[in-house]
């Protein structure tokens, strides 16, 4: 087996190289992307394959999918330019003939109305239409996306528009596992799974952190103007904010929950609860 794996130089494409690393895959069949290889000089000292790729340069994606028997597609990180930059990784897909595309999309992707869900949608389109064998990874939220603002939290309280819905949020290191999974046994082609871990609102994210923390942190809810104005005089720049903002929006109507029986039976075990990820990230 030879595996592609796009995004190695971010938090979640190493955390893969890493887990097929731990399942006892060769390093030699292991292919680490990212557009500045020299992060990844630490994987190609232990013998992982590094190439440089580009998702706006069709002829970087030829030459990094060379070889390539299965290929993990994690998406890109800049919203508004992945269409056609997806695009780009599913012809080069095409052209090399991979035997498995493993793509990370969101929860629900076929009919969430998140904005942030358009790019995936179009994107898990193009590559059903490519004909190649498929496997889509619908990560729901990362738990980091919140116990990394532990510190804000404790000392602003906890802000959003996400009402009382329930976001199967998971630690990235849980999607990891679950894509070399997926990458390193067979039965996934053709498989959409819906990922994410057990779900919770915003209210009980806020009493966890007061319950492990001891101070007292609330939940404020804000219509979704407010909140995108908040995240704006925080320094988020505007059109993500507004992202942000319509994400919370989903996430209030159900659109970032997932059963947690798909990321289960992956890993084989429950994966890491919000109260876990609390207490290591304090
Ligand atoms: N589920 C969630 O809560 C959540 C949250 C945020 C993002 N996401 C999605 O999940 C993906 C992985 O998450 P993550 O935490 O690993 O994000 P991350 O740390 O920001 O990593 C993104 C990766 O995409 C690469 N990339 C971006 N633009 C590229 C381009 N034009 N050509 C080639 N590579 C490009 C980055 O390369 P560089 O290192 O060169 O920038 C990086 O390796 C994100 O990209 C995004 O699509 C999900």
New binding site residues.
């Given amino acids: 087996m030879s595996v592609v794996v796009?995004?190695?130089?971010?938090?979640?494409?190493?955390?893969i190289v890493e887990s097929l690393l731990r399942r006892d895959v060769p390093a030699a069949q292991i292919v680490a992307?990212?557009?500045?290889v020299g992060?990844l000089t630490d994987l190609a000292d232990r013998g992982v394959r590094v190439r440089a790729?580009?998702?706006?340069?069709p002829d970087s994606l030829r030459d990094a999918f060379t070889d390539a028997e299965k290929l993990m597609f994690?998406?890109?990180?800049?919203?508004g330019?992945?269409v056609p930059?997806h695009r780009n990784v599913v012809a080069a897909a095409r052209q090399a003939g991979v035997g498995l595309v493993a793509y990370?999309s969101?929860t629900r992707a076929d009919t969430s109305d998140m904005v942030l869900a358009g790019e995936h949608r179009t994107t898990e389109e193009d590559l059903r239409d490519s004909g190649l064998p498929l496997v889509l990874l619908r990560?729901?939220?990362?738990l980091?996306?919140y116990t990394g603002q532990l510190a804000t939290y404790l000392a602003h309280g906890i802000a959003g528009s996400a009402g009382d819905g329930r976001v199967s949020?998971a630690t990235?290191a849980d999607?990891a596992e679950a894509a070399a999974e997926v990458l390193t046994t067979e039965g996934h082609a053709g498989r959409v799974y819906e990922l994410g871990g057990a779900a919770f609102t915003l209210t009980e994210l806020a009493a966890e952190v007061s319950r492990q923390s001891g101070r007292e942190v609330r939940y404020t809810d804000l219509p979704e103007p407010a909140y995108t104005e908040l995240l704006v005089s925080a320094g988020v720049p505007e059109a993500y904010a507004a992202v942000l903002a319509d994400a919370d929006r989903g996430l209030a109507r159900g659109e970032l929950y997932a059963p947690v029986e798909d990321l289960e039976k992956l890993l084989g075990r429950r994966p890491t609860s919000l109260a876990e990820a609390i207490r290591a990230a304090l």
């Fill in positions: 796009t995004g190695a130089t971010g938090h979640l494409g190493r955390l992307l990212g557009r500045d992060r790729a580009d998702y706006h340069d994690v998406s890109g990180s800049e919203v330019q992945r930059q990370t969101i990560n729901s939220w990362y980091e996306n949020a990235r999607y």
